[in-house]
């Protein structure tokens, strides 16, 4: 057999294989075998030095022309492959125009934010304003202007987040509770009468554990104006219980102390889940502790402009936190910041 018989033969050979490609990989496979630098028309042209002068020429001729058509068949069928390629992958991600479309998810407010947002609004209803103070704040009015002894133990840096200052500046801490909004707040108002909510987050250094955390929340209440007694803050306090914890729930003052207010109480509340009868939740007692309040201190009302001679005031503060704990059973206060969206939606 002649080479021309020989490159006649590939020709067929060649173009029926490469009828038969049907992928990429397969054509990839075919230029390989037959127009690659180890295929079959390259082996070919390597013999062309081995046949007679005359020869030559016209057999280098067809070896050329071979070449051309089958790199041109090549890129023909290179192209049809990549085609049928990107239009399967274009069908495999049409979008239906005509399907209803994806819900966006709908975000939850934090528990948290929720009994913040009832508190204010019950506050609202018997004529309070929100104060916001800042959380990083003073020592003399986080301790000092709220009638602390220098030698409390509140001030122990066991308790408090100290912020480090250049020496013979003021001391600098985290607020551990949001009482300091109310010297902020009476110097505002002083000498009018003055009705303020105080809610904020609140620092303490204290180990993390079920029941406590080193930031939560607060909300603290202020009255201050002529003739105000402990029946206007017991008043107050019934409202807010039964707003808050439904009605028929019932408050219960204990005497307390506290260095900002006097005289002091711890208040609870009629246990709203037995109704007063005894749970596991109240400890069988038909009562729980919400948090404390008190009359204003004459001290802390001098120091916010006031003349304790002429004015009087009461103030309260509790934790939201606490409250959801109550309310909803939650026993693990680090739930509330752990990041679990399950957590959150469940009070969605």
């Not at 790199?71 to 495999?92: F, P």
């Not at 009832?118 to 959380?135: D, K, L, Y």
């Not at 105080?198 to 104006?225: C, D, I």
Request: one cysteine or more.
């Amino acid at each position: 057999m002649t080479i021309i018989d020989e490159l006649a033969t590939l020709e067929q050979e060649a173009m029926e294989a490469l009828g038969a490609a049907d992928s990429l990989d397969r054509l990839a496979e075919w230029k390989s075998k037959y127009t690659g630098k180890s295929g079959a028309v390259t082996r070919l042209s390597r013999g062309l030095g081995a046949l007679p002068a005359d020869q030559r020429p016209e057999a280098g001729r067809r070896v050329n022309t071979l070449r051309e058509q089958l790199d041109a068949a090549y890129a023909e069928a290179e192209e049809r492959l990549k085609g049928a390629v990107l239009a399967s992958e274009l069908a495999a991600d049409r979008i239906d125009v005509s399907m209803p479309g994806r819900r966006p998810e709908v975000g939850f407010l934090h528990l948290t934010t929720q009994v913040l947002r009832q508190v204010q609004e019950i506050f609202a209803e018997m004529g309070f304003q929100v104060w916001e103070s800042s959380e990083v704040e003073l020592d003399e009015y986080n301790f000092s202007l709220l009638n602390f002894a220098d030698d409390h133990p509140a001030r122990d840096m066991q308790d408090t987040f100290y912020v480090e200052m250049p020496e013979g500046a003021p001391a600098v801490l985290l607020r551990t509770h949001t009482s300091p909004g109310q010297i902020h707040a009476m110097r505002r108002y002083a000498p009018e009468p003055v009705r303020v909510l105080l809610p904020g987050k609140v620092y303490r250094n204290e180990q993390v554990t079920v029941r406590s955390e080193m930031m939560f929340h607060q909300f603290e209440f202020l009255a201050v104006g002529q003739n105000i007694t402990m029946g206007d803050l017991k008043g107050t306090l019934g409202y807010f219980a039964e707003r808050m914890f439904g009605p028929g729930t019932r408050v219960r003052l204990r005497p307390s102390f506290f260095p900002f207010t006097e005289p002091s109480a711890e208040m609870d509340v009629s246990c709203f889940l037995c109704d007063g009868k005894g749970c596991r939740i109240c400890k069988y007692a038909g009562w729980l502790e919400i948090g404390g309040c008190g009359m204003v201190h004459p001290n802390v009302l001098r120091a916010g402009g006031y003349d304790p001679d002429t004015v009087s005031g009461f103030a309260g503060g509790f934790g939201p936190e606490r409250i959801a704990l109550l309310k909803y059973g939650i026993n693990d206060i680090r739930l509330f910041y752990s990041g679990d969206a399950a957590f959150v939606q469940q009070f969605g």
